[in-house]
């Protein structure tokens, strides 16, 4: 099962120590830090969006260390386990809740050769570990034996499993489109330039990436899904009892899933680890193998995270929605929508044959993904630019700036005799 | 049973048998129609042992005031309740009794408001005295050294 | 020596047990089908970020579906009305910046026109112009405080930084004139306590011009977006006559469509030489008296008092700013009731004066007293998510419910 570990040549382990040492020496300090840079990112992009600066000092540049500085606080802290809590089960819920998360980052693909477990159905593995989140979940908020974080438990449990539905619709178009379940695989069939994207081979993908995008929203718990932690109504909801160490592996498990499943939307839709130019596809083509390999891992990164700002940028500007409309819109919304794109997607590559028929709708969806890209592009840039010029305006003047009127003259000062 | 003062606060007062009728034909009228009432406050006059509870309202459609006070004597104080004629009364009420001790007859829930339930005594009386602990906390006060 | 995991103890202190007045009022509700649900007790503690302070809600809950919520006030008590039978009527004033803590100027004003009343004292034009000058500022910062905190309740956390960047402003002008943020005790009986100094009414001026294009981002950003729109329209519905009946004032009443506002109604100070019209909520994105409508008649509400501002900057007199009073305070026998509009309703004060410098009794009617008072009705049929949408449009203060 574990393939393409020939990357090492110089050792020569038994295959499983070596996957092990890959593991813990790779792919567990990748989501620590992935988990870590997040977190760090969110309350830079959280400020900038608030008009603030966010950590500013830990660490002297733009506050870097604030998040290993967080952890050893955390790490620091007493752990509180409150007296009527379910103990085995509030011990086991973080645990469950993260190992999903790091389980799932096993099948990335980070390009053409750098797939640590290449499966025939990744996708279909992907979305199975993902679904055990929810079990973490409704363990904390049952094992805290406190009634809001039950509240908590319960929202949780209706929302992510009413939202995998049209999440798996939503994986299933693409492998629909691209023939295979291998992550790897739909991955390949993207370079050679941005029409080649799956997001643009046929409006219903398109239309699907969309929703597949705010099915991880729900499942990410983000704004505006995120009632389970829903601060100001419920205080931290399933997690309200929990602190220190505990606390953190809810935390890394969640910007974790918010990596994973921005990296998977890339995988399926936006173009994996090529880039939009082709490039990468010539130098794997031409044969430098390291060199695409690591730009394509660079590249997919990028992207993940693009996605990810994404994410954040619409927690910090839209409220959040009750319940009833959370589940409103997933059942009469986005399933009927997800219905129709695989539908769709299936007749499609049925009834258009591959030609300049097809070509043309590829580069038509393309335009119109580019146009949609460099619009939002644009407005991010006006409002860095009048930004910097309306903190000039907007400054009142300060007080020592205005004229005063000249008091009236009084008597001449008595001189010293 | 009614004298009108003409004045900064013009009022007249009422008796307490007579208060709940009275209240109807204020907010029923059509030519006085006051409709909203604005706050009730409960007052101690020891020396004349009374306590009296002021009822201040106004128009929305005419925009005109008037006060009417409910006397009641200090030892045994009830009044009937207007919570049914204006349910802004139903927390007002039930503040000047906690703070007070008027009881209002045919109120839907006196209980104590402000204070916790199991407050003894009626702290607005001038003749209350602070107590000295509650519930096993000592209480201090420069008027209770 | 303490053993550590040793409770830390004080000689003689008895903690009692808490008292838990609910227990056996759950119960189990059999329906005529097979099922059988059980009906929650929640406890919207005193300690909640969505409860405005200390309010403790008792919530009777079928699921998310709330049957009944009762406030439980009191955590706040501060015994103001028996302080005032202690103390003098200037000395009043601080107490009566506590009340509703974000509109501390329009609690002094209230508070120093029941006194001017009773005394027979005229304050100058001057002060009465600065009265309404930092009145309607208070208002916009109040009204800046709910605008941010509604939107933290329903999960928007960028409004709350864009109002309170405001708000700093206002909060340096108000620091400038009388040397406070948040508590001023600078309206007091006779006028205002110091003159603006100088350069006051040029800075006013501009924070007036840099406000004006917030509104409308404001109105972009959290008015008219749809998911604040799906969690507020036709949520809590106030109808006019229950509004009426309740004792509603301030925003909540205007929600609902009642065009009733004490600066028209029974004008004071200078507001009737002043243009401004009374906001009303008229349903436009559900039925009038929503949850949004309460909140939207806010939002016009901080265009109206900019324009009072304004104006009245324009007109300010030059004068003494405060009336001659005498330090010890003697009104004549009497009493009187008077009430001011206040960002949050009607603040009334009924003060009974038999001659002595101390007043004899001093009630304050605090408008979200009353406004908190019809939350038990509203909140019938609705679902958790709900109560704090009620909440935050209602808008209360415990510092002027609890006094």
Known sequence: ?417 | MATDIAGKHPHAVVAPDAWRAAAEFLRDDPELKFDYLRAVSGVDYPKESKLVSVYDLISTAYRHTFAVKVETPRENPHIPSVAGVWPTAEWHEREAYDLLGIVYDGHPNLTRILLPEDWQGHPLRKDYVFPKEYNGIPCASTVNP | MREHGQPITTPGLVIPDPVNYDIGREKVVETDSDLRTEEMLINMGPQHPSTHGVLRVMLRTDGELILEATPHIGYLHRCAEKIGENVQYHQFVPYTDRFDYLAAMNNNLAYAMAVEKLAGIEAPKRAQYIRVIVAELNRIASHLVMFGTYGLDMGAFTPFIYGFRERELILDLFEAACGARLTYSYVTIGGVREDLPEGWVRKAGEFLDYFQPKIKEYNDLLSYNQIFIKRTANVGVIPADRAIAYGLSGPVLRGSGVKWDLRKATPDLVYDQLEFDICVGEGRMGQVGDSWDRYFVRILEMVQSARIVRQALAKLPSGDYRAKVPRLLKPPPGEVYYETENPRGQLGFYIVSDGSPVPYRLKARGPSFCNLSILNEVAKDCLLGDIPAILGSIDVVMGEVDR
């Open chain 1, 1 to 417: 099962m574990i393939a393409h570990i020939d990357y090492i040549p110089f050792f020569s382990w038994p295959e499983w120590l070596e996957g092990l040492i890959v593991m813990i020496a790779v792919y567990l300090p990748f989501v620590c830090l992935v988990a870590m840079f997040g977190i760090w990112w969110e309350r830079k992009v959280s400020a900038d969006i608030q008009s603030r600066h966010g950590p500013m000092r830990t660490g002297r540049w733009h506050g870097w260390a604030q998040s290993p500085a967080d952890g050893l606080k955390l790490l620091a802290k007493e752990d509180l386990i409150p007296v009527a809590a379910d103990r085995p089960l509030f011990r086991l819920a973080p645990y469950l809740s993260f190992v999903p998360a790091f389980a799932a980052l096993v099948v990335l693909p980070f390009s053409a050769r750098f797939i640590f477990v290449d499966m025939p159905i990744s996708v279909v593995f992907l979305f199975g570990i993902l679904a055990l989140e929810v079990l973490g979940v409704i363990l904390a908020g049952w094992a805290s034996n406190s009634k809001w974080a039950l509240y908590g438990a319960m929202r949780e449990a209706c929302q992510i499993v009413s939202y995998e539905i049209p999440l798996g619709l939503s994986i299933l178009v693409p492998a629909l489109a691209a023939g295979t379940l291998s992550l790897a695989a739909i991955g390949e069939q993207q370079g050679g330039g941005l029409h080649q994207w799956l997001a643009f081979r046929n409006p219903f993908l398109f239309v699907s990436c969309f929703v597949f995008f705010i099915a991880t929203l729900a499942d990410c718990k983000r704004s505006p899904f995120d009632l389970p932690e829903s601060e100001s109504e419920l205080v931290a909801g399933y997690h309200v009892e929990y602190s220190g160490m505990r606390w953190v592996m809810f935390f890394f498990a969640e910007y974790a899933v918010m990596y994973i499943l921005s990296a998977v939307a890339c995988m399926l839709y936006l173009g994996a680890w090529y880039d939009p130019f082709g490039i990468v596809l010539w130098m794997e083509k031409a044969g430098y193998v390291w060199s695409s390999a690591v730009i394509g891992a660079g590249i997919i990164i990028v992207k993940a995270f693009t996605l990810v700002y994404v994410q954040m940028w619409l927690r910090w500007t839209l409220p959040r929605l009750r319940i009833d409309q959370v589940l409103s819109t997933c059942v009469k919304v986005l399933l009927p929508l997800a219905c129709v794109n695989l539908i769709g997607a299936a007749l499609w590559s049925w009834l258009v044959p591959a030609g300049w028929a097809q070509l043309a709708v590829q580069v038509l969806l393309t335009v119109i993904g580019t146009g949609g890209f460099l619009f939002f592009v644009g407005v991010l840039v006006r409002a860095m630019l009048s930004r910097r010029q309306g903190l000039r305006l907007t400054l009142l003047t300060p007080w020592h700036a205005i004229p005063v009127a000249e008091p009236p003259p009084g008597p001449e000062p008595a001189s010293n005799g």
